[in-house]
């Protein structure tokens, strides 16, 4: 499966953006699907995923209560809705996917085996 990420871009603080995150050459049936950010000098952090078939993988504290994730079917697409953003949120954020669906492995980027190109990210204060 390829997956491209996109909707990223310039927000101030406190402001909301959704990510979306497109599969092709096969559907997210039966994929379990995770997002990540790497802002510069830092490793790359688990925002928050979907198991399959549809439990949320809930990532930091901090994270929790802002970033949602959400799948479309149809449309193939699964989103991050980010909320009350700040500037701390700045990064490159990167859709993954898992055939594996181990709970307790996917929060690890190693657990992936399949990753969008990444969309930036920036927050402005």
């Known amino acids: 499966v390829q997956l491209q990420a996109s909707g990223g871009g310039l927000v101030r603080a406190g402001n909301s953006l959704r990510l979306s995150c497109v599969a092709s050459g096969s559907t997210f049936r039966g994929y379990s699907v995770g997002w990540f950010r790497q802002a510069p000098g830092k490793e790359r952090e688990f925002v928050v995923g979907?198991?399959?078939?549809?439990?949320?993988?809930t990532g930091a504290d901090s994270l929790k209560g802002r970033f949602t994730i959400s799948r479309d079917m149809a449309k193939n697409t699964v989103y991050l809705q980010m909320n009350n953003l700040e500037s701390e949120d700045t990064a490159v954020y990167y859709c993954?996917?898992?055939?594996?669906?181990?709970?307790?492995?996917?929060?690890?980027?190693?657990?992936?085996?399949?990753w969008g190109q990444g969309t930036q990210v920036t927050v402005s204060s």
């Open positions: 993954a996917a898992s055939a594996r669906g181990i709970l307790s492995t996917l929060r690890v980027p190693s657990s992936y085996e399949h």
């Open positions: 979907i198991r399959w078939p549809g439990s949320t993988i």
